[in-house]
């Protein structure tokens, strides 16, 4: 990327360059048209006057120029333009990719912030015994973090009780407490008291 823009910056500056060239023609142009006036209206003066074939062949010439200059002007406007298109796409790739870095570091902070927080409110996980134990758990509770499709899963239970009482395909969040049925046999009921 480096050579690629180190390249585009050298045409650019050749490009400018002949952009300069072309123009400094332009004006040695106009200045040789000036002093073709000049001395015409001092050779008329003297009593000399050119041929009109002269002045025709002279003004041809001119004209041949003028186009050849005006044709390479144009030219050298597009390359330019066209560099500079190139220069701005991988100015604003750069400027994506350092936004990309930035903001994987700020994620990166986050997480370290959050584990500090973790282990200073339920102690080192390292520590903990039952952290192996409980690691299904804590995979099942943030498993919409990692993957999209348990995301729309949960959002799909969830969206279940989000819809009128009588919605097919759920039912509503019931307005007051929900009391527990009672005990179908002996065991429950014993580890219900």
Excluded at 29 to 51: H, T
Excluded at 67 to 86: D, F, I, Q, S
């Amino acid at each position: 990327e480096r050579e690629l823009k180190a390249a585009a910056d050298s045409v650019l500056s050749e490009v400018r360059k002949k952009q300069a060239d072309t123009k400094r023609m332009v004006d040695i142009l106009r200045a040789l048209e000036k002093l073709r006036k000049l001395r015409k209206e001092a050779a008329g003066r003297k009593g000399v006057c050119p041929p009109p074939s002269a002045d025709e062949a002279f003004e041809t010439q001119v004209e041949s120029l003028k186009t050849l200059l005006k044709n390479r002007t144009e030219l050298y406007e597009a390359e330019e333009r066209a560099l500079r298109v190139m220069l701005e796409g991988e100015q604003e790739e750069e400027r994506k990719r350092e936004m990309e870095k930035k903001q994987k570091k700020e994620r990166e902070k986050l997480l370290q912030q959050k584990l500090e927080i973790d282990s200073k409110l339920f102690g080192d996980p390292d520590e903990f015994p039952l952290a192996h134990l409980l690691q299904p758990f804590r995979e099942y509770y943030l498993q919409a973090e990692h993957s999209v499709a348990a995301l729309i899963q949960i959002r799909h239970e969830w969206d279940q009780y989000l819809v009128p009482a009588d919605h097919p395909e759920g039912s509503c969040i019931p307005p007051g407490w929900v009391l527990p049925s009672l005990p179908t046999n002996d065991t429950w009921a014993t580890a219900v008291r």
